[in-house]
């Protein structure tokens, strides 16, 4: 029996970004991955990480910096990503702790993000989708951003929005508000 079944790492990604389509030749990419470790079993959240990420193929536009509040300098002092990807294994043991993130996005980046670069996957195949568990335990007809689900849950917007260390600390009180109510998925 795993002596840590009852954690979880909730990951949240920031990525290259542009206010329409990427500039030629540079693609979205990984900039900095939040997470934040969940007891589940005692109802808290443990620890809060941040993991800088240099992009390969594309720059931190204006808008992308305006949004996640990094720049090109802050970056480029970040690891390669697939160092980013080894240290998340090491370090946060992310191939066999169950993982969450809020909605598909985070983990079909990181998909992506492997196959492109050739990298091994850092994760296990237990990932819940955070948001549609969010969604049926509060019988909602359409599935909210991070924030609005704060607001509909009486929680506080802890930290800046849009940067991955906070919005993943935020996404686990969410999952930690979805265990009390009894709606957090088993396995």
């Known amino acids: 029996m795993d002596v840590d079944q009852h954690l979880l790492n909730v990951v949240d990604v920031e990525a290259t970004c542009w206010e329409g389509q990427p500039p030629p030749g540079q693609v979205s990419e990984i900039i900095e991955i939040g997470l934040t470790v969940v007891d589940l079993r ?10 800088l990420v240099r992009p390969a193929r594309s720059e931190v536009s204006p808008f992308c910096t305006e949004l996640t509040g990094l720049t ?3 970056v480029d002092a970040g690891l390669p990503f697939a160092e980013a990807c080894r240290a998340l294994a090491a370090q946060h043991r992310a191939g066999l702790l169950p993982w969450a993130s809020w909605g598909d996005y985070d983990r079909n980046q990181f998909t992506r993000q492997c196959r492109r670069t050739r990298t091994q996957y850092p994760f296990g195949h237990r990932h819940t989708n955070a948001k549609v568990a969010f969604t049926a335990s509060y019988g909602l007809r359409r599935r909210p951003g991070m924030a609005e689900a704060l607001r509909a849950a009486g929680l506080p917007l802890e930290g800046r929005h849009h940067r991955g260390d906070d919005d993943a600390w935020n996404i686990a009180a969410l999952v930690l508000d979805l265990a009390g109510r009894g709606d957090w998925p088993e396995g």
């Open 42 to 51: 005692a109802r808290e959240r443990l620890a809060k990480h941040r993991l």
């Open 72 to 74: 090109q300098t802050d």
